[in-house]
């Protein structure tokens, strides 16, 4: 089993914008264990990316190594891949195989700082994220609440208050400890993905009204895999955010105007 892993899922809807996964690819390299491939890359590919893709991207990338991924074992709603339900049971075909992984998509940029370096976030899985499994990232500006379907909350033991007390963390970067910790908060995931009114319930609507989003008042969109984990994380360990978060510098993300997978 290898210590350490960082990987990426994508589609062909990421080729649209071609450009904008190549610049986030090549940043990779500004970080010196990916570089010198020391931590692998593996990326995952859906179906419908082409041979001609791949070598595209593989020229752009080099250090990527690529995989191709399937939702064909599970239900056929997992085909819409904009409902985000084929995340999590992806992350857990891969788990097994690393100590640590380092889930980023296809939005995420990676830059070398003083001061900091990725084997120093793997090690803060060893340390102090290791009794939750699990160390998010990135917040959002805004708090979980407004940003999550109210059909949810029959999945999970979680309440409004919570959900207004808590920015919504970022689901598109985060490291996951192949520890009994790790496995209960991906296999809950999971379970939402596979119950039709989990994750994607009927009516849920990505594009947001920012101001109402803002007041924090009532649901006015929903983001789907990222709503599931943060109320999977509230109902483990409370609103102590800090159980399970904490950014870095190293980090950017640039917001893709199609499909992030």
């Known amino acids: 089993m290898s210590v350490k892993q960082c990987w990426f899922a994508f589609s062909n809807a990421h080729f649209v914008l071609h450009l904008n996964l190549s610049?986030?690819?090549r940043t990779y390299t500004n970080i010196p264990e990916l570089r010198n491939r020391s931590i692998p890359i593996i990326?995952?590919?859906?179906?419908?990316?082409?041979?001609?893709?791949?070598?595209?991207y593989h020229k752009n990338c080099p250090i990527v190594q690529l995989r191709p991924f399937t939702v064909s074992a599970y239900p056929n709603y997992f085909a819409d891949l904009k409902n985000y339900r084929?995340?999590?049971?992806?992350?857990?075909?891969?788990?097994?195989?690393?100590?640590?992984?380092?889930?980023?998509?296809?939005?995420?940029?990676?830059?070398?700082i003083k001061g900091e370096t990725l084997t120093d976030?793997?090690?803060?899985?060893?340390?102090?994220?290791?009794p939750t499994g699990i160390r998010m990232l990135y917040q959002s500006w805004h708090r979980n609440f407004p940003a999550t379907h109210p059909d949810?909350?029959?999945?999970?033991?979680?309440?409004?208050?919570?959900?207004?007390?808590?920015?919504?963390?970022?689901?598109g970067l985060y490291f996951l400890n192949n520890s009994p910790q790790g496995w209960a908060i991906i296999n809950k995931l999971i379970q939402c993905a596979l119950e039709?009114?989990?994750?994607?319930?009927?009516?849920?609507?990505?594009?947001?009204?920012?101001?109402?989003?803002?007041k924090n008042e009532k649901a006015v969109c929903h983001r789907f895999d990222q709503s599931a984990l943060n109320m999977r994380l509230i109902e483990v360990y409370g609103t102590n955010v800090s159980l399970y978060y904490r950014g870095s510098d190293m980090i950017q993300i640039f917001q893709l105007t199609e499909c992030s997978l």
């Open 23 to 25: 610049l986030s690819c």
């Open 43 to 56: 990326g995952l590919y859906a179906p419908d990316v082409t041979e001609a893709d791949l070598e595209n």
């Open 86 to 112: 084929f995340k999590f049971p992806t992350v857990a075909s891969v788990l097994p195989e690393f100590t640590t992984i380092f889930y980023v998509d296809a939005s995420i940029r990676l830059y070398s």
């Open 121 to 130: 976030l793997f090690k803060s899985m060893e340390t102090e994220f290791a």
């Open 152 to 171: 949810m909350y029959a999945f999970f033991n979680v309440t409004e208050k919570q959900m207004k007390d808590t920015a919504q963390a970022a689901s």
């Open 196 to 214: 039709p009114k989990c994750m994607a319930p009927k009516g849920a609507k990505v594009e947001c009204d920012y101001p109402m989003l803002r």
